[in-house]
Every structure is written in C-alpha cells, then in structure tokens.
C-alpha cells in the first residue's frame, strides 16, 4: 500500500510530522494553527492522556488544511474508534497485524513502528510500503536506515525518536526518508506558558532546514 495522494502531496512539500498530545482540545487546536501557520500540514495527535482523542477531533472540525492523523494507536479497537472520529492516518508505536490488515482493507495510511530488519520484512509482506522507524536514536539512527534502505528498496521510512533540528537534516538527507516526526515542535513549556508563536518558529525552522536538505 502506498499513502493517498493529498497526504503524499502534503509530505513532500514538509517531511515533518510534528507530534501533538495534551489533554484540553482548545489548546490543541491552538497548537494545530501554530504549526500550520509555520508551514507543517500533516499532524500526528499522539494517544497518551484521557481527552487525546478529543483533542484530535477538535483539530480536525477547526483547523483547516491540515491532515490529522492518530498516533500511538495500540489495539484494533482504538484504530477503529479513532478513525470513526475522523482520524486520516494511523500511526502505532509497533507492528501488530490485525491493525495494518484493518487499515489496508479500508484504505487508511498506517505507519507501524519498526525497529529490526525482521519488522520490516513483515511488514512489506503486509503490503506495506511505509513504515515508522522507531524509536530512532536508540535502533541505530542514521546508519541504521542507510542499511535498512540498501535491503528494502522499495520501503521508505519515517524516523521519529530523538529528532531535532540538530539532526533532521541528516534523516532527510537519505533517500529512502519519507519524512520525521518528533515531538521536539511542540515543546511543553512553551504550550504551557501560550507561547504559540513559538511553536509556528520551531515549525519555520524545521521546514528551512527540511528545504535546505531536499533541494
């Protein structure tokens, strides 16, 4: 399976996938406009408090031109309860098989994690072509990847685990890179304290280096 043609569009124009938690939608949805406002279109929300799933839904009905996926979906019931919220991705921390088949037969992107040679093959015999590498840092980083992209081909990446702007660069430099996620876009301070202007920089500078890199 390869990813739908909008979300494709919208991944080569920003390979940065900015992660998005919290438990109060409202200022989720701020955290949304800041980082569209700094140019990054595709937004994970990561499942990890109470009202994360509310928080998407209130990205998705107030936030305009932004693709929204679900992220740290562990069970086949959360994929199916959050794509019933309007989730267009899913993005899962591991490989389990009746989420990956569940997305396939319904057409829905979905980015397991990945982490070993033996995931992956699985998951191209799954049919997938994309995969989440995760957690970056710690399955080898930069030069796990290049040996992972000399194997399989055809499979393309996306690294999330320990990326900043220090090294995104060095991903996106590889070919075989869709794009990166990372948290490091929406700092909990900076949420915390309303500095919104902040993130949308933070976004900025992810984009000019993610430019930089690509031309």
Request: with cysteine; charged share 20%; hydrophobic share 50%.
């Amino acid at each position: 399976m390869t990813i739908d043609n909008d979300l494709a569009a919208k991944l080569g124009a920003a390979p940065v996938v900015p992660l998005v938690g919290g438990n109060d939608p409202a200022v989720a949805v701020e955290t949304a406009k800041a980082l569209r406002d700094g140019g990054l279109s595709v937004i994970e929300v990561v499942l990890r408090s109470d009202a994360a799933q509310q928080c998407m839904e209130a990205i998705i009905e107030q936030v305009d031109d932004v693709i929204v996926g679900a992220g740290t979906v562990l069970t086949l019931d959360q994929a199916k309860s959050v794509l019933d919220s309007g989730a267009q991705f899913v993005v899962c921390p591991g490989l389990v098989d009746n989420i990956v088949e569940h997305c396939l037969s319904n057409s829905v992107p979905i980015y397991p994690g990945t982490m070993t040679a033996g995931e992956v093959q699985r998951a191209y015999a799954m049919g997938l072509r994309e995969v989440k590498f995760f957690p970056a840092s710690l399955a080898g980083g930069v030069p796990m990847l290049k040996a992972l992209g000399a194997v399989f081909r055809e499979m393309r990446f996306m690294p999330t685990g320990g990326i900043s702007t220090a090294n995104l660069g060095e991903y996106l430099a590889l070919p075989h890179v869709l794009a990166c996620g990372g948290s490091w876009l929406t700092p909990a301070d900076a949420i915390a304290a309303g500095d919104f202007d902040a993130i949308t920089k933070l976004a900025r500078e992810a984009l000019a280096i993610a430019d930089d890199t690509r031309k």
